[in-house]
């Protein structure tokens, strides 16, 4: 299990973080369907992939570790603005 040069203690944190947003039911299946929305892999291999890195058994490259940050701060974003094209074509 290598960290790809992640730094033990912010692999820590950065876990316990990703666990806490993820814990919401839906939240980790959604995350595997946006990951799979490349292509590479199915929405089912994300989501066992992403089960597998917060369960510790295996670790992220930063590369991944830093679009999972993406996707969950777009999602975050998302929540936080409010739906006003009613307003616009209502």
């Given amino acids: 299990m290598s960290t790809g040069g992640i730094a033990r203690p912010y692999l820590e944190r950065w876990l316990r973080r990703t666990r806490?947003?993820?814990s919401a039911s839906g939240r980790l299946t959604e995350l595997a369907i946006v990951l799979a929305g490349d292509g590479t892999d199915t929405q089912k291999e994300w989501r066992?992939?992403?089960?597998e890195i917060l369960d510790g058994k295996n670790e992220p490259s930063l590369e991944l570790l830093t679009r999972i940050d993406s996707v969950l701060a777009?999602?975050?974003g998302k929540?936080?603005?409010?739906?006003t094209s009613e307003d616009l074509f209502g």
């Fill in 74 to 76: 777009g999602a975050a």
């Fill in 79 to 83: 929540e936080s603005v409010p739906d």
């Fill in 20 to 22: 806490k947003q993820l």
């Fill in 48 to 51: 066992s992939r992403l089960q």
